[in-house]
Structure formats: structure tokens, C-alpha cells
């Protein structure tokens, strides 16, 4: 029998980012899970800005236990260029860290530009470095939001090229005039 996977306890609603098997072989942590790939994709592409899970106010029949009320907002300096081929590339390193059922239980995954307000609002207001920030009743910038879950926000340090790394020059070779 496939297993159906749920973003949340399906045990009361608790919210607590467990994804509940409904098949017989236990659980796993959705959270953990994209935490996880969070840092994969990061070490290959780049840091994200804003990586988090939320569910918007007029989410379907507001069912936490029903699959398809959690979206992914990402916001990441690479995700800009190309968006669609990067939205696209997100999403199929997405599936190959965290299983496609998994990634189906989400509503959507949301690019967002670096410098939409709401993300300067976010990065001010929830800074998360890296860890889980939850946030319940709130309203972002007009965006109401039921519950999230911050991994990320962050502004993504400069990644150094090896090219363009300075190098200390010998002591020995330095010209003086005389």
C-alpha cells in the first residue's frame, strides 16, 4: 500500500511539523527533512534569503491535517536569474532530497524576489539564521498568515570565487627604491 504523506500531526492539529504516515512504517520530520535540504541545495547553489513554510489564513477548509494548506516561500539571490529555469531546478532538487509525496503535500513553491518588501520585512522581523522560528496569527505585510515556520531569514553572505581570493605575496618580494 503507497503511503500518504501530511505536513502536520494529523493527531490533533498540534502543529508541530510532523509528517504522519498513513500507512503502517511511522513517521518523519518534515521539518528536519527540509531543513536538510535546505542546506544541500545551499551548498551547491547558494544561500537562500527567506526559506519557509507557511500557511496563509484562506488556506482550503482550513484543515491542518489535509495535504496542500503549507506553502514554500523561497527567496535566494540565484533564484533571480533564469527565474523559471531556477524555480523549475529548486523544485527538482526539492523532490530528490525530500521524495516526491512528500513535495506533492505542499500547496506550492513560491520564488520571491530579494527585494519584495515583504521579504526586508521578514528578514527585520523574524531574523533566523538557521533554525525554526514558528509564528501563528500574523499578519505579513497584508499576507495573513495562519502558522509558519521560519528556517531562514537571512541575509546570504557573498560566496567567495577561488579566483578572486587574496593572496599573501612573500615577504621577500617586495621592491623598495633607493
Not at 500518504?4 to 498540534?14: I, N, P, R
Not at 523544485?91 to 524576489?113: N, Y
Request: net charge positive; hydrophobic share 40%; proline share 6%.
Amino acid at each position: 500500500m503507497p503511503r500518504c504523506y501530511s505536513l502536520v500531526d494529523s493527531t490533533g492539529g498540534s502543529g508541530n511539523g510532523k509528517v504522519r504516515s498513513k500507512a503502517p512504517g511511522g513517521s518523519v520530520n518534515i521539518t528536519r527533512a527540509l531543513r536538510l535540504a535546505m542546506h544541500e541545495i545551499a551548498k551547491s547553489k547558494g544561500d537562500f534569503t527567506l526559506f519557509a513554510l507557511f500557511m496563509p489564513a484562506a488556506a482550503p477548509l482550513m484543515r491542518t491535517d489535509d495535504p496542500g494548506t503549507w506553502d514554500l516561500v523561497v527567496s535566494a539571490p540565484w533564484l533571480e536569474r533564469g527565474r523559471l529555469k531556477a524555480h523549475r531546478e529548486l523544485v527538482d532538487l526539492l523532490a530528490k532530497l525530500i521524495g516526491k509525496r512528500a513535495l506533492m503535500q505542499l500547496s506550492r513553491v513560491e520564488p520571491v524576489a530579494a527585494d519584495d518588501p515583504r521579504i526586508r520585512f521578514i528578514l527585520k522581523g523574524i531574523p533566523v539564521e538557521d533554525g525554526e522560528q514558528h509564528i501563528q496569527n500574523t499578519d505579513l505585510m497584508g499576507m495573513q498568515i495562519e502558522r509558519g515556520i521560519v528556517f531562514r531569514a537571512w541575509k546570504p553572505r557573498a560566496r567567495k570565487s577561488a579566483s578572486k581570493e587574496l593572496h599573501p605575496v612573500a615577504a621577500g618580494l617586495s621592491r623598495s627604491r633607493g
